[in-house]
């Protein structure tokens, strides 16, 4: 799942935890999880890869290196 710096250090801004404390770090990612915004994996057939190259994922990072 996606997690940003600006989201990490609003949520220890929020609850006074370390930004460099893995327990933290787990527990904000756990937060976001628990508001839905974890995204599957692997990326829905035919979707953008999330790496941000709007190729295919199969295409893209999904795609076997040989
Ligand atoms: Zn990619």
Redesign the pocket.
């Known amino acids: 799942m996606p997690l940003t710096v600006a989201e990490l250090l609003d949520y220890t801004t929020r609850t006074g935890g370390d930004p460099t404390d893995s327990d933290t770090r787990l527990a904000c990612i756990n937060e976001i999880i628990a508001e839905g915004h974890a995204i599957s994996w692997p990326p829905p057939r035919n979707a953008p890869?999330?790496?941000g190259?709007t190729?295919e994922?199969k295409k893209?990072?999904g795609r076997p290196t040989t």
């Open positions: 890869c999330w790496c190259s190729i994922y893209c990072c």
